[in-house]
C-alpha cells in the first residue's frame, strides 16, 4: 500500500515487543489480511435502564451475541453511577418531569453522551453507537509488517469514513494468543493465531460485540467509501426536533446564483475539493443548505478537532458569567490545586492571566507547529505523559505573558484543568446542562485527559446541525431560543482581535479561542470569527451577512486543512452576494 493511500484513510499503528519463546514466529503472518464484518449493527448494542421499583433499578447492555446487566440503587432527581466492566461506567440521572434518562457512558478515552427514552413498559433505552456509525458498513483490514520472530508491526485499516479510526495499545501475545484495546472507544480485541487464519473477537467491557476470520487479503485493498455522489438540492433542509428553523433557498427571497452551489457541489463530488464531508448554510437564523459527501451523513458526530476550542472558550465565559471564575484578569497560579503551585515559581508564569490563555498569549513554551524546534509543551509532547498539567506547567517560559501569541493546545487545556478544580459539580454536567441541553444537542462524545477530565484542547464530535447552532448562539450574541445562554458582554469580547498568532504562516487575529480572517469576493471584504479545527472543520461567522457557515472535512494528512475558506470564498460567498 503507498503513502498516499495510508494518508487518505484510517490507519492504526502499533509496534510491540513480546517475549513468548514458543510462540509461533511472526514472519509467517506478515502481509495483507481482512475479514468481512457480516452485522454492521454490531457495534450499536443497546442500552436500556429498567426501574424496578423506586430505588432500585437494572442497566443492561445487549447486543447481538449475548448481554451484562447490573443492579444498582438511585434516588429521584439525583445522579447514580454504574459500573458495568473495567473501565466501563454508566453516569446518569433520571428526570421525572421529562421522562428521560440522560448520562454518559465512559468507555476508553471517551465519554458518550446518551439519551435514554421511555417504551410502554417505562423502560429507558437507546442504542450506543460505539464506533459512531450506526451501521458500520465497512471491511476490516489489517496489515502485518516488519513481522521478526515475536515482534511485528500492525495497521489495521476501514473504508468507513464516519469513523476517525483505532489507536492501538496495550498489545500483549501468549502462545498463540494475541490481545489489545483500542484507546479511543475501550474495544477489547482478542485473536488466535491459526494456519492462514486469525479469528478475532471484539468486546466492550465482557460483551462479545462481533468475531471475524481475518484471511490473508487475495488482492489489493479496496479502501474507497463506494458512496454514491451527493446531488445537488436547493430543497429545503429537513425540519427536524432540534431547535432549527429550515427555509428553502427560493423561499428566502434572496437573489442567489445557484450556479455557485451546484459547481460547488460538482467539484466535491469529483473529489476536486478532497474529503469533503458536510457544508450547512444559514442565514437571518434559517437554516438553507444542507448536503453531505462521502458517506457522511447528518445522524453522526463529527471529529471538531480544535474547532472545539471555540466552545471552551463559551464555557469559560459561562463559568465567568456564574461566578465560578471572577474574570479573565485572575492569575493562573491562584486556580491551581497546590500540588501544582511549586512549578508556578518563576515572576513570569505568576503573571499567566485567564486572559492569556485564551488569546494563546501565555508565553508558555506550547508552541505547537510552525517552528523548527520541538516545543517544550507542545501538545504532542504533553499528551504521551502521565501528567499533562505537570508536563505543561514545568515548561519553560519564552515571553512574557500578553505580549506575543502563539498557538498552542495547552493553552486551553489548562482552561479545563483549572475549570474542572473550581466547579463543585463535574465538568461534565456543568456543560451538558448549561450549553448542550439548552441548544437541544444529546448525541455527542467528549473526549477526556488523563485525570478523566474533559479535554478543553480539543477532542469534542458533535453533529454539523449541532456545530451551526453553536455559531448561531454567539452570531446571536449568546441568545438561543430568547435565553440567554451566554452574556453579550462574553460574546463581544471573545471576538474582539487581540493579538496575531506569530506561528501561523497568514499571522491571523486571535479573539478568546476564535480566528480572524477576511474573505475577498469582487470589491468587498468581508470579515470573518471562525472556530477552526484540523482535517478543515470550520464554523464561519459573517455578521455583515448574517450567515453562519460550517464546514467539515478528512484533510488530515495531505495538508488541506484550509480548503473550507476556499469553498467560502469562491463558491458560498459569490452565490449569496454577487447579485
Known sequence: MTSKKISIYFFLLCLMPFGQANAQNMKAYEGHWESELAQPQAFSPKLSIQLLNARTALLKLSGL????????????GKTFQVKLGEGLVFRGSWNQKEKTITGFIKSGQWFYHLQLLPDAKMEFTTNWNILLASNFNSRLYLSIENAD????????????????????????KSGDHISFRDFRTGLALNGKLEDKRIPLQIKIGKLLLATLALKPSAKDWDLKSGSKPTRYSNERPQQLNDGLSTLSLQETGLKIDESYLQKMVDSINANKITNTHSVLIAKNNKLLYEAYFGGNDAATPHDLRSASKSISSALIGMAIDRHILRDTAQKLVDLLPSSYQSLMQEPRKQ??????????????????????????AAEDNYQPTP??????????????????????????????????????????????????????ISNYIIQQDEKANPYFGGGIFMRSRDMLKFGLLYANKGQWQGRQLISRAWVNASFKNYLNLENHPEKNGYGFL?????????????????????????IFILPALDMVIVITSGNFRNGRVWQPEKIVENYILPAFINN
Open 149 to 172: 520472530g515475536e515482534n511485528f508491526e500492525a495497521y489495521a485499516f476501514s473504508s468507513e469514513v464516519r469513523y476517525p479510526g483505532f489507536f492501538c495499545y496495550d498489545f500483549k
Open 387 to 440: 501528567d499533562w498539567a505537570k508536563t505543561v506547567l514545568a515548561a519553560p517560559m519564552i515571553n512574557y505573558p500578553g505580549t506575543h501569541a502563539n498557538y498552542g493546545s495547552a493553552n486551553p487545556y489548562l482552561l479545563g484543568f483549572v475549570l474542572a478544580h473550581k466547579l463543585k459539580q463535574g465538568t461534565l454536567d456543568f456543560i451538558d446542562q448549561n450549553l448542550y441541553k439548552p441548544l437541544a
Open 514 to 538: 476564535w480566528w480572524h480572517y477576511s474573505y475577498k469576493v469582487g470589491n468587498r471584504m468581508l470579515e470573518s470569527i471562525e472556530a477552526r479545527g484540523a482535517g478543515g472543520q470550520y
Open 65 to 76: 451475541h449475548g448481554s451484562i446487566q447490573q443492579r444498582f440503587s438511585y434516588v429521584k
Open 351 to 376: 503573571a499567566i492571566s485567564l486572559g492569556n490563555l485564551l488569546t494563546m498569549s501565555s508565553g508558555i513554551d506550547a508552541v505547537d507547529f510552525g517552528i523548527e524546534r520541538k516545543s517544550a
